[in-house]
């Protein structure tokens, strides 16, 4: 978004025109906001279709959303450098897809630009990664991955580079014949180096390796001025440093990454289940006093007090608190991946769990894996196969947030070890929102003229904002867990995904990136859907006004949002964005500095003064208008009598 004029005279100008009282004086586009199509000075089909070869005009309004007017799918950085060029020429809005997995929808917007990078592909292996400033050599897309020598030599960093369209099982798919593996999504279709990577990033083993932001080497990036720059610990380390952890979208275009690589361990996957025969599902939401449920949420903030001291020796994994229980894998890696040790740290806590009212059973199944990517590819069988396509497709358009497509076949396996029974998975699970869900995103994939440009390129989709919500708890959180109120720990145990998404390794490695502090004490990451009063932490929050967010998993209007999603990093992370972008060219809210801007009439336009304060703390409003009826998928999956909004 390029200022022509300063932000005084740009309120002088819209007073002249708010004064014309014309609707056509809105053809003359102030400075301080985008253009759109309805303006005069928007580019032509000629115009795009000359800058841009092969860009794709949008067809017309499916359900009548709001979606971006044109989109490009780069195929090399300089696609890219000519993408940001021509949007700051025109001073149009530019939003950037990758996977499209974003909650808080970020990788869409109501007008301009849709850049979709996910065909920048190819990964390479190097035994001894050095810093430069041409930056690492780039992979060239559909070359299979060449076997490396000397691979973790000492003072040697072996490490991989990547198109920022690679999703974690492509990358690790890739990486496996050199027995290498690199830390990505615990759900395999988020892109490493995308909003995953930028924002923080955990994975089922983020607790031994460390977080996303702590694996990155070097970034190469088109910044607003529309070039390509290197970013690495010796050539702009301001904006490497941005980077990691100040979130996706808002520095410029990844092309490409450099990340660490590590010798593939063995893995042991600990599948647990513990019930309990009292509670209810009416407790679960919050029709009763919880009474029925009381020994199941001691149960369960008892294996919270615990989870410090198991993840210091070793353990990792994901769980669901459901209606009636608790359940969810854990994994161990290395020379902690045998049943033995598993089974030692796991089966004293679930005898304690087994004492408390009502808990009757629990039960457990152990799988072995000679490597990681044995276990992962295990959990993602159908994704990232090739090197040509997206990665992403199938469990894109099958679903964005349900649970096969943030845990794979992590709950399948239950079923399929005999260890619940289908009908009763699905009923555990059931208030997770799912495929149905995403079948409702205001999206069609043929959206875009023509659909397919490759035979078998599978087009990111944007699903619109989803009401995610997440706490990162740390040791004090959770030890002090069983002496907390009733209400806290009913709120940790019910309604809630526990995942441990941090631990040794990432608390080890300091505060040399911009992720919020909070990931550097944190062990897990408690969330649910934003819809108080059936689904939020904001009880949790109460209990621990001190604890961080995770970004990409937050609610997309959450109050104190600087603060909980990059604490004390924040006033440098506002600096370093206003000499990279000045005029906010990548606008992405929640973001850094996403309150200079604000939305009027469709524009994304400077914020006028007193803005910012108006807002109270509370995240800027996105152009992009398009969600999830969270509510309407709850009511169809459990009939629960809960009003629509508004009613
Ligand atoms: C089913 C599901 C599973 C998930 N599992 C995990 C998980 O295991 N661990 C975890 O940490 N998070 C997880 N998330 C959250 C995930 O990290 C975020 O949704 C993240 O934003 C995805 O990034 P993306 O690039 O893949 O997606 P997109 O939606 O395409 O992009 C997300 C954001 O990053 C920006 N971006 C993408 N590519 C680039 C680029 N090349 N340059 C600059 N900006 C870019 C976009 O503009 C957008 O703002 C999950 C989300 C879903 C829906």
């Not at 303006?39 to 949008?58: C, H, I, N, Y």
């Not at 030890?479 to 720990?489: H, I, M, N, R």
């Not at 999603?565 to 506002?574: A, D, I, Q, V």
Request: aromatic share 10%; glycine share 10%.
């Amino acid at each position: 978004m390029k200022l022509l004029i300063s932000p005084t005279l740009a309120l002088l100008f819209q007073h002249v025109i708010g004064a014309s009282g014309t609707e056509t004086s809105r053809q003359f586009v102030p400075g301080n906001c985008t253009v759109l199509k309805t303006d005069t000075t928007f580019p032509t089909l000629a115009q795009w279709q000359s800058a841009l070869p092969g860009v794709l005009p949008r067809k017309v309004n499916w359900l009548g959303t709001a979606r971006p007017d044109y989109r490009y799918i780069p195929k090399s950085a300089s696609d890219v450098e000519k993408a940001v060029q021509f949007v700051t020429k025109h001073n149009l809005r530019i939003s950037i897809i990758n996977t499209g997995h974003d909650y808080q929808g970020r990788n869409d917007a109501s007008s301009g630009l849709s850049l979709d990078v996910s065909q920048l592909r190819g990964v390479t292996v190097t035994s001894n990664f050095i810093p430069t400033s041409e930056g690492a050599k780039s992979p060239v897309p559909g070359q299979p991955v060449a076997l490396v020598s000397n691979l973790h030599a000492p003072g040697k960093q072996s490490a991989a580079t990547f198109g920022v369209g690679v999703v974690g099982s492509e990358l690790n798919r890739a990486l496996k014949a050199s027995k290498l593996f690199a830390v990505s999504g615990g759900a395999a279709t988020v892109s490493v180096a995308g909003g995953w990577g930028q924002s923080g990033g955990h994975s089922f083993v983020s607790h031994l390796y460390g977080i996303g932001v702590d694996q990155f080497l070097e970034f190469k990036v088109v910044t607003a001025d529309g070039k390509l720059k290197v970013a690495n610990s010796k050539t702009n380390p301001d904006l490497f440093w941005a980077l990691r952890g100040g979130g996706g979208g808002a520095w410029g275009v990844v092309t490409e990454a450099t990340v660490k690589v590590y010798p593939s361990p063995p893995t042991v996957l600990y599948l647990v289940a513990i019930n309990s025969s009292t509670a209810t599902l009416n407790s679960y939401l919050n029709r009763t006093d919880g009474k029925d449920a009381a020994g199941l949420y001691d149960a369960i903030a008892y294996l919270g007090s615990q989870f410090p001291s198991m993840v210091d020796k070793g353990t990792g994994g994901i769980f669901l608190t459901t209606p009636y229980g608790f359940m969810g894998g854990s994994i161990f890696v290395g020379e902690n991946a045998t049943e033995a040790y598993a089974k030692s740290i796991w089966e004293p806590v679930l005898n304690k769990m087994k004492t408390f009212p009502g808990m009757d059973r629990w039960v457990a199944s152990i799988s072995v894996y000679p490597m990681y990517q044995d276990f992962f590819t295990t959990m993602w069988p159908g994704v990232g196969k090739t090197t040509g396509g997206s990665g992403t497709g199938e469990s894109l358009t099958n679903a964005t947030t349900g649970v096969s497509a943030r845990y794979g076949n992590l709950f399948k396996l239950f079923v399929d070890k005999g260890m619940v029974r289908e009908r009763d998975l699905r009923e555990h699970l059931s208030f997770i929102p799912t495929e149905r869900q995403s079948k409702r995103s205001p999206q069609a994939p043929s959206d875009w003229t023509p659909y397919t440009t490759t035979g078998d390129y599978s087009p990111p989709n944007a699903h619109g904002k989803f009401p995610m919500d997440n706490i990162l708890l740390d040791r004090k959180h959770l030890e002090g867990l069983p002496s907390a109120p009733f209400q806290v720990k009913r709120a940790f145990a019910s309604r809630h995904i526990i995942e441990i998404v941090s631990g040794p390794a990432t608390h080890a490695k300091g505060n040399d990136t911009s992720v919020v502090p909070a990931w550097r004490k944190a062990y897990i990451s408690c969330y649910s859907p934003y819809y108080p009063p059936y689904a939020s932490a904001d009880t949790l929050r109460g209990y621990a006004p001190d604890a961080g967010a995770y970004v990409n998993e937050a609610y997309y209007g959450a109050k104190n949002w600087k603060n909980a999603f990059w604490g004390t990093n924040y006033p440098k992370l506002s600096e370093i964005k206003s000499k990279w972008d000045v005029n906010n060219t990548f606008w992405v809210t929640p973001g850094v500095n996403a309150d200079h801007m604000e939305v009027r009439d469709g524009r994304v336009c400077q914020a006028l003064p007193g803005s910012a304060e108006k807002l109270n703390g509370i995240v800027p409003t996105s152009d992009n208008p398009n969600g999830i009826d969270l509510m309407a998928n709850l009511r169809d999956f459990m009939g629960l009598g809960v009003p629509y909004r508004g009613q």
